[in-house]
């Protein structure tokens, strides 16, 4: 049986091609420093040369390193978001965001969560700082001064919700909350609600106060006195609506409609309604706030006020590439709210019992998917 010869294996057989910046500007035809150049867009670059460049880069799948590019530039080309949670849907709505518009804008992004900790907090500045983070957005609908200052004094602009300190550096998103509340408690009482509760968030966060000041003030416009039994307290999540829940289904009377400070409170609230045998929206009905995808998918779908993740985020890289690429920064973005009506709303239980049987069918609203 003849045997086959092998052929001897090249020197360069089984390696893999290197991709760094010298073989881009060897199949360039350049040098490395004009590479350098076109990676970092330096305008005086010729433009054929940054081309070529460019064609390279292609068709070698050549990934820039960003940390040398940052010692070359000076520049970290970072942007660092802070958020309360990862669990609650709004907030990884929010990173994506955030993230999408960072980049289209040639920026990188750091994430840190604090979980509603203050030392957590002051970890997450820690992170931006040693990360070289060139601004800050903390979307966490609360702020410690005191820790800001840690960024103020380096210089790092920071965009805040809600509130924050008037000096420069600073931008803030002011959210309408008033706006979509209004309408909420509107079209609660033109179907017939006259007994509305609200569940709140934590009241050390200014964003909640603002919720329920914007609740409270709407009741009044619209001549409905608020009941304390009904107005509880929650932490913003699944755990805390079930438990503001059974806090006042447990007391002497039961409200008619409930609204939310966002709504993982009000999946909650759903969630606790179902296992106490009660319907939505025939026996309560049921406003969230944020207006999160799973919104849509609960059931039944929630009615919720709209708070644009994608606004915020994008208000927010825009503020920090004010103060950073020498435009003038805009101390104040406004993010409206407004009203999203699905199923978890109706007629108050018992309120068509006294209508003609050829009358009682339900309201027609015209409903947002």
Known sequence: MATRKLKPKSASAGKTRRMDINAVAKLARVSIATVSRTINHVPTVNAQMAKRVWDAIRELNYFPNTQARALVSGRSKLLGLVVSEITNPFFPELIQGFEDVAVESGYEILVSSTNYDPDRMALCIRRMLERNAE?????????????LDQLTIRNVPIVTVDVGPDRPGFSLLKVDYRHGIRQGVQHLAALGHRKIGFISGPKRLHSAQSRLSAFNSSLAECGIAPDPAWLVEG?????????????????????TAIMCSNDMTAIGV???????????????????????????????????????RHALARAAVLALRSHLEGSE??????????LVVRETTGFPHGAMQDLPISTRTRPVIARKK
């Open 329 to 338: 920064p805009v101390r104040e973005r406004n993010i409206d709210t407004h």
């Open 270 to 308: 759903l969630h606790k309604l179902y296992r106490s045998g009660l319907r939505v929206p025939d026996d309560l009905s049921i406003i969230g706030f944020d207006d999160i995808h799973m919104a849509m998918t609960t059931i039944p779908p929630l009615t919720s006020i709209h708070m644009s």
């Open 135 to 147: 601004g800050v957005a903390i979307m966490t609908f609360g702020i410690e001064e005191p820790l």
């Open 235 to 255: 932490d913003h999540t699944l755990e805390g609506g079930i438990a503001a829940m059974e806090k006042i289904l447990g007391g002497a009377k039961r409200p």
